[in-house]
């Protein structure tokens, strides 16, 4: 579906069948029809719904959640569902063997997991050159500073995972001993063994993800990111684009 006006001859909507398609995003809406490889635009299989997760903290009555905010990871305040705050939370755990369910997202503890933004498909978080964590597209050199352990939590509380850097033993992802709105995520080296605090910091709540994939989302190529797409009908208070520049 295009615009009639020449000035916005570019501009389409995408329908599959009756359902007017949106786009998970806020600024971008460039997308190309010439793929580098496969289709364009191509279905997000169902089972990858057990693979999203949503990680958090307790500081007092206060949960947080790590999030992306414009590709840093920090950590909120935890959101409402069908917020773009409840997006933000989610991520995706990509392994080796995504293609396949699992019954819980506890069922990958011992897996080399990267993380990938619901709304960003094809980028993941990394280590970014700070010890902070960034989130940038994949690419197969990004292994080292991308590929993490997720392991039985540090601080030992059931339901509590913590995440190690693959390449650098004993570091982990790692929060604050103070948490607060904004707290930016590091990689932390540390005594996991005998340091509390450090445990503490470095473990979180491990919960299906806060937003899900509907059974008719797709995946989009755009020319600078790739676009989760779900029927416009299924989203509430999430950010979203209907109309994208297409680009042959």
């Not at 949106?22 to 169902?46: C, F, L, R, V």
């Not at 339901?159 to 850097?165: E, F, H, I």
């Amino acid at each position: 579906m295009s615009d009639d006006r020449p000035e916005y001859a570019s501009l389409q909507a995408i329908l599959y069948g009756p359902y007017l398609l949106a786009g998970h995003t806020s600024m971008d809406w460039s997308i190309t029809t010439q793929a580098k490889a496969g289709n364009w635009i191509t279905p997000i299989p169902e089972t990858l719904n057990s693979h999203l997760v949503t990680l958090s903290q307790q500081s007092g009555n206060i949960s947080y959640v790590l999030s992306n905010s414009n590709q840093t990871i920090i950590m909120k305040v935890s959101p409402e569902p069908g917020t773009q705050d409840a997006v933000s939370a989610t991520f995706r755990l990509v392994t080796d063997d995504s293609k396949h369910p699992i019954s819980s997202p506890e069922g990958l503890i011992g897996s080399l997991v990267m993380l990938e933004p619901f709304d960003f498909p094809g980028m993941i978080v990394k280590q970014a050159t700070d010890s902070s964590l960034t989130v940038q597209a994949s690419s197969p050199s990004d292994k080292g500073s991308s590929s993490f352990r997720l392991v039985s939590g540090l601080d030992g509380k059931p339901g509590s995972v913590s995440l190690s850097l693959e390449s650098k033993k004993g570091c982990f992802v790692y929060s604050d001993q103070t948490l607060k709105q904004g707290t930016k995520l590091r990689l932390e080296c540390g005594s996991a063994a005998t340091d509390e605090k450090f445990k503490q910091a470095a473990s979180f709540s491990l919960k299906t993800g806060m937003n899900q994939y509907n059974p008719m989302s797709f995946v989009m190529s755009g020319t600078q990111r790739n676009f989760v797409l779900s029927p416009l009908f299924s989203l509430r208070d999430e950010t979203y684009n209907v109309y994208f520049s297409v680009q042959a």
